[in-house]
């Protein structure tokens, strides 16, 4: 019994090359068509993604490292105020020196500081403005005025741009009560 193809005269290499054929065109099309497109396509927004991201969580730690600064600022003069040359505890003088604010402020202990970046100066002045420090020389005084500034080196450093520092202060005055 004859088939179809051999009364039409189509051998077996003729069937091959039709068969080649039909695959060559449907290798053609998946290659025209965009699958796996999108996975390059979100690995390139991941990579911006995640650059954005990571920028925006160190820019966080800058505001909470310039918080700490300030904060700081605030309790070196608080401590400084209330150990001035008058205090006393049960007879014995508690007066503290430059080197001992700054020792207190860098043990402040605020998570995700680094002690050995934080530069403290402590300056003494007569309140108001123009009079002189009495009784000592020294203007520790109560009713003179006791400034703190605090400066932090922050490292800031976003994937994909240049790595810088910044110097982040703050200063805090207030009048010394003991």
């Known amino acids: 019994m004859k088939t179809a193809q051999s009364m039409l005269g189509i051998g077996p290499s003729r069937r091959?090359?039709?068969a080649l054929r039909q695959s060559t065109r449907r290798t053609r099309s998946r290659?025209?068509?965009?699958?796996?497109s999108s996975i390059v396509e979100i690995a390139l927004s991941m990579?911006?993604?995640?650059m954005i991201l990571f920028g925006l969580l160190r820019m966080c730690m800058a505001l909470y490292t310039y918080h700490f600064v300030s904060d700081?600022?605030?309790?070196?003069?608080?401590y400084a105020i209330v150990h001035g040359s008058a205090c006393q505890v049960s007879g014995v003088s508690c007066t503290v020196t430059t080197a001992q604010i700054q020792t207190y402020v860098k043990n402040l202990g605020f998570p995700g500081i680094n002690p050995a970046a934080i530069t403290v100066t402590t300056t003494y002045a007569a309140y108001p403005a123009g009079t002189?420090?009495?009784?000592s020389a020294a203007c520790?005084?109560?009713?003179n005025l006791a400034t703190v500034t605090v400066q932090y080196v922050f490292?800031?450093?976003?994937?994909y741009v240049k790595t810088r520092t910044l110097?982040?202060?703050?200063?805090?005055a207030m009048v010394i009560s003991q």
């Open 140 to 143: 520790n005084n109560p009713g």
């Open 155 to 159: 490292p800031l450093s976003i994937p």
């Open 167 to 172: 110097t982040m202060s703050s200063t805090s």
């Open 47 to 50: 990579i911006v993604l995640s």
């Open 31 to 36: 290659l025209l068509r965009e699958e796996g």
């Open 132 to 135: 002189t420090c009495s009784p």
């Open 16 to 18: 091959l090359t039709e």
């Open 72 to 78: 700081a600022a605030r309790e070196g003069t608080r």
